[in-house]
């Protein structure tokens, strides 16, 4: 009954391959991001967006790209996965565009580049 | 250089005993959240503060908004083992703005 879900869970993949992650909700929230959560560094917006087909860069967004075709699926893709883009990836969504309403997190993607 | 400062990184303690988790800034913040976050999971929600001065009180765990809006509390009362976790605070700097994470305190209750 979970109304975030991130697939895949984990992936492993090679240094240069593209890699997609897709979130998907059944909140029917206008807000989505992703962010990356690494030691020393914490969460990490990468990027964000508030509606379909519309999206705004985060704080390390280089090497990312995002799309957003339908109002339940955000998907990320690094276009080139490189060793330093080896992180846990969380999607989240909120009601609007004030944080105040909070996020609610999926249970993240683990992926690490080899 | 973190925006939002947590202290301590790591704290382990024994059950029944009270702690306090530490956020601060040079940076005003227009509202605060804490989250707390478990192994394998994403961070869940646990409060939102928005006023200075403002004192929350969610069980056996108590939240505090500093004055200035620079800077944050959490207080828990009498540790359980099921507190154990990633506590991480977050704020949003201007209204609209995205959230900014802190780095997080990572507790372990001991029974």
């Known amino acids: 009954d979970a109304g975030i879900t991130q697939s895949p869970r984990h992936k492993v993949t090679e240094t240069g391959t593209p890699v997609t992650l897709r979130c998907h909700q059944t909140e029917n929230h206008r807000y989505m991001y992703w962010y990356r959560q690494d030691p020393g560094h914490g969460l990490r917006l990468i990027h964000y967006?508030?509606?379909?087909?519309?999206?705004d860069k985060g704080e390390v967004s280089d090497g990312y790209s995002v799309s957003r075709s339908k109002t339940e699926d955000f998907l990320l893709t690094l276009e080139s996965a490189t060793s330093s883009q080896t992180s846990v990836y969380f999607c989240a969504i909120s009601p609007g565009g004030r944080s105040y309403y909070g996020y609610t997190f999926g249970s993240g993607t683990r992926l690490t580049v080899v | 250089t973190q925006l939002l400062e947590q202290s301590p990184q790591f704290l382990s303690i024994q059950e029944g005993e009270n702690l306090t988790v530490y956020c601060n800034s040079s940076s005003v913040f227009s509202s605060l959240q804490w989250y707390r976050q478990e192994p394998g999971e994403g961070p869940v929600l646990l409060v939102t503060v928005v006023t200075g001065g403002e004192v929350k009180k969610l069980k056996r765990l108590t939240f505090q908004f500093g004055d200035a809006r620079k800077d944050s509390s959490l207080h828990i009362t009498a540790a359980q083992p099921g507190d154990t976790g990633l506590y991480l605070c977050?704020?949003?700097?201007?209204?609209?703005?995205?959230?900014?994470f802190g780095e997080g305190t990572q507790l372990t209750v001991n029974p």
């Open positions: 977050a704020g949003e700097r201007t209204s609209g703005s995205r959230l900014t």
């Open positions: 967006s508030y509606g379909v087909k519309d999206t």
